[in-house]
């Protein structure tokens, strides 16, 4: 995709005044921004402190009125976006990138880690209102980082399954061996979509190939401009870049990426192990 294919409109940064902040943990916050880009579930935002920095954050949702977005504060941008408070200013670009497909009254398996939980239900109210049938197993490390849980369960025709690390709730170990126990069990799926830490996206697309399950990933790298110019986000071989082509993924793509699972890259282009 060329860059110029996407509007000036989406390109350029507007300032929109926060309605309403939304503690979720210590160290997780949601906005619920007065907007609406008519954003597709998966895609993403550049979200814009001046002087500060400029960030991609996955849309959590976005229902014509207002678009959510959930992050947790780990560094510089997202520790000063957290002290933020309703009424003051954010800017914000997109929407950008690709977006979870499905077909009406599918069967879907969603497996979120960490803030993959608030892209995933994105998706998950979206395809509830196409009358699919959902399971969603959402893995963290322990019982108070869990995100979003009583808002999946909220949806219709929603199972919410539940793993963490330490056993503190739910299924002691990874969500996807919750969903591997499930297949085993005779459980099926048209489609898993998943987005959370990368190795656990490798985990995924890996039981998916084995259990030839058509399956979408998202996956994060380095993003500057968000649509397609700078190309910080290509990944090998391919070149292909994150912020247009992705950050949705299917996982016959997803498997030609050699960088996957094993390194990213920085803002220079340094390469880091994950
Ligand atoms: C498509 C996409 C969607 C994302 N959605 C969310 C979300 O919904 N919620 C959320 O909490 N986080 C999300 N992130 C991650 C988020 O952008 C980084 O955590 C954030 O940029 C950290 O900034 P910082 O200044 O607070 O921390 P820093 O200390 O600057 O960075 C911490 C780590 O965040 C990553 N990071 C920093 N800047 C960028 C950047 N411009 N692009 C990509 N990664 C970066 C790097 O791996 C870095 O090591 C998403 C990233 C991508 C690529
Ligand atoms: S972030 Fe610039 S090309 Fe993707």
Same mark, same amino acid.
């Given at each position: 995709?060329?860059?110029? /294919?996407?509007?000036?409109?989406?390109?350029?940064?507007?300032?929109?005044?926060?309605?309403?902040?939304?503690?979720?943990?210590?160290?997780?916050?949601?906005?619920?921004?007065?907007?609406?880009?008519?954003?597709?579930?998966?895609?993403?935002?550049?979200?814009?402190?001046?002087?500060?920095?400029?960030?991609?954050?996955?849309?959590?949702?976005?229902?014509?009125?207002?678009?959510? *977005?959930?992050?947790?504060?780990?560094?510089?941008?997202?520790?000063?976006?957290?002290?933020?408070?309703?009424?003051?200013?954010?800017?914000?670009?997109?929407?950008?990138?690709? /977006?979870?497909?499905?077909?009406?009254?599918? !069967?879907?398996?969603?497996?979120?880690?960490?803030?993959? %939980?608030?892209?995933? $239900?994105?998706?998950?109210?979206?395809?509830?209102?196409?009358?699919?049938?959902?399971?969603?197993?959402?893995?963290?490390?322990?019982?108070?980082?869990?995100?979003?849980?009583?808002?999946?369960? /909220?949806?219709?025709?929603?199972? *919410?399954?539940?793993?963490?690390?330490?056993?503190?709730?739910?299924?002691?170990?990874?969500?996807?061996?919750?969903?591997?126990?499930?297949?085993?069990?005779?459980?099926? $799926?048209?489609?898993?979509?998943?987005?959370?830490?990368? !190795?656990?996206?490798?985990?995924?697309? %890996?039981?998916?190939?084995?259990?030839?399950?058509?399956?979408?990933?998202?996956?994060?790298?380095?993003?500057?401009?968000?649509?397609?110019?700078?190309?910080?986000?290509?990944?090998?071989?391919?070149?292909?870049?994150?912020?247009?082509?992705?950050?949705?993924?299917?996982?016959?793509?997803? !498997?030609?990426?050699?960088?996957?699972?094993?390194?990213?890259?920085?803002?220079?282009?340094?390469?880091?192990? $994950?």
């Amino acid at each position: 995709m060329c860059a110029n /294919s996407i509007p000036l409109q989406t390109r350029l940064p507007r300032t929109v005044r926060i309605a309403q902040v939304r503690k979720e943990t210590d160290m997780v916050t949601t906005f619920i921004l007065p907007i609406s880009l008519g954003s597709l579930p998966g895609q993403f935002v550049m979200l814009w402190l001046p002087g500060k920095d400029e960030i991609p954050m996955s849309i959590a949702l976005d229902d014509g009125e207002n678009l959510h *977005v959930t992050f947790f504060a780990v560094g510089d941008m997202t520790k000063a976006l957290q002290k933020l408070q309703a009424g003051e200013l954010v800017g914000i670009r997109g929407p950008f990138g690709t /977006s979870y497909a499905w077909e009406k009254k599918q !069967r879907l398996g969603l497996v979120a880690g960490g803030y993959g %939980a608030a892209p995933m $239900f994105f998706a998950a109210s979206q395809a509830a209102k196409d009358g699919c049938t959902l399971d969603v197993i959402i893995g963290a490390r322990s019982k108070e980082h869990l995100l979003y849980q009583e808002t999946f369960a /909220s949806l219709p025709r929603t199972t *919410v399954h539940i793993a963490t690390d330490d056993g503190s709730a739910g299924h002691k170990g990874h969500n996807v061996a919750v969903l591997e126990q499930m297949l085993d069990d005779g459980e099926r $799926f048209d489609q898993i979509f998943a987005c959370g830490p990368e !190795r656990m996206l490798v985990a995924v697309c %890996a039981l998916c190939e084995k259990r030839g399950i058509p399956c979408l990933l998202s996956l994060e790298r380095y993003m500057k401009c968000g649509y397609g110019l700078c190309g910080n986000c290509s990944v090998d071989p391919l070149g292909i870049r994150l912020c247009v082509d992705g950050p949705v993924v299917n996982g016959e793509l997803v !498997r030609q990426i050699s960088e996957f699972g094993t390194y990213h890259r920085d803002e220079l282009g340094r390469k880091h192990l $994950f």
